[in-house]
């Protein structure tokens, strides 16, 4: 096939809007380890400023992870059951309680943090820990998981499958962990690492909530700005980066396993 | 050996008010093959549900399995196999993992297990399909996981809700041969609910056909068939064809026409038929094609179509509606012809017209 100048115009404009996009994330990633980035690549290349970062901003990023994991803990335990119940037993009261579980994603962080703010500002004990900030991430990220997993569970005839394990003398707990959860598999997986990616960044509710001694990755690197090095806060953003992008790449390539096995259905041939 | 089923005066009222079935009493002997059947919304497969312990009866009702009350006892400890329509296999085991999810539940150790898990699967000729996964499967594949499955953990009762619904023709006739067979093999009571009704007449001991919440009649394949016991039972089992009369001294009159040997048995008067103006049902084999001089009737052909071994007619002018009539499939008809027929007056079954008894 031949190609005329309507392809490569088009490639051109594609290759230029991409680098648009991407020469920003090379250019902060090459910032972070360079020796000066008023002098340009020519000073030399050094892992210098990774290490001042580390040393500086170690414990935001360990802060981060611990609560990226307790808010995965929190929303498993109560998105799970959540979700079967709204998908098992729908009412009008139970989707009013789903509009009422998204609100927090639809309100301004700033505003959320605020009304945690007003309300319990005053519990001392409270306010000071990570578990205040905790609150805050399961408040924003809940309805995530329980949108993923609800979307799965809804998919399967949950009651089919509940009726014949019962018919075969399962009880409840048996057919929840045996038949249930392991079908919701896929739903709960994508709920998990939305749930760390959106913890691990969440930036406008955790400023508001945070204090000096609980500053998260994110407020960190805001700090890191605002008040470091160029350097140094680029080389936050590329250990960002490095902790991000296998959870978003995972979440991409579990997206394709979903799509590949409701395909197979379609290849089985009758042959009995 | 095998589990006698009592249900004595249940209903079921769903919450809303409507009426789901009528108060009745069922007997299902031990061993005994019940086929419920039905149009859909007709209450069979609530039926079925009460058995299963996934729909409970109306206050008073009382189910009871080989005498012990079940009534009101879960599901799980009912010890029933149940087979759905659409599976219900789990689609995160294999298919052996499946046949042993109810083993394992009951408790049977491991190595007792793969051996009843084996012993089914090659029952069920899926031997091959032990470590395949559910999605792998066809439609016939998956209904014999189904019921291996089902059979697996020894059940007092099978239960099966349109099994054969999801599945194509061919398969539907051959996986019911080999239902049938299996049934009598294992001499498992067993409760199959279908709309079918050749299927019902192929499987069932005894057929329950009911209509609108309420049992229309119960009896065997034989019975449903030659005797139907009334309008309804004679109409979904395919004697759909009607024509009036009048009895007079236990003689029918259809017009000018007297026949003798009628069966005019009302079952549900448990009386003869003696006077008054009657409905009868009939099958296409009801009347049939012949000579002017012969003839009872004449009507006009509407319809002609081809059924391979005969030819069924559509014929206006005999009945208050069209009647179809079979003849022979090299005879040439067309369309608007007149056919001149005569009863078969034994081929008949009699029922009270509405009007007069009501």
Redesign the interface.
Known sequence: MRRDWKFYSQLGLTIVLCLFIVVPVVMSALAGVTVNVFKGLSSGLTLRWVFEVWDLYAQSILLSLGIAMACLVVTLLAGVPLAYVLVRRPSRMMRLFEELLTLPVAIPGLALALALLITYGGVSGYRSSWLFILTGHVLFTLPFMVRSVAAVMAA??MK??E?????????FW?RFF??IV??A?PGILAGALMVVTLSIGEFNLTWMLHTPLTKTLPVGLADAYASMRLEIGSAYTLIFFVLIMPLLIAMQALADRGKR?SR??DT????? | MSTQIRLRNCAKTFADGTRALAPFDLTIEGGETIVLLGPSGCGKTTILRMI?G?EFSDAGGVISFDGDDVTRQ????R????V?Q?Y?????MTVAENVA??LK??GVPGKERDARVDAMLEMM??DMLADRRI???????RQ?VALA??IA?QPRVL?LDEPLTAL?AK?RVRLRTEINALLRKLGITAVYVTHDQEEAMALGDRIVVMQKGEIAQIGTPREIYRKPQNPFVADFVGAANRMTGQMRDGRLHIGAHVFDAVDAFDPRHGAIIDQGAVELYFRADGLSPCDLDEAHFTGRVEAVSYLGERLRLTVSGIGPQAVTIDTHADDVIETGADVHCRVNADRLTVFPAVAAHS
């Open positions: 399967m005839d089919m499958l009726e014949g394990a019962a018919s075969l003398g399962a009880g048996r045996g038949v392991p079908n598999k096995a197979r259905i089985a041939e009758d042959t009995l | 299963a996934l879960s599901i799980e400890k010890r029933v196999g149940m759905f659409s219900a296999l789990f689609p995160n999810y109810g539940v009951h000729h899926i999605d792998q499967l066809s439609g016939g594949q014999r499955r089902a953990v239960l194509d398969l």
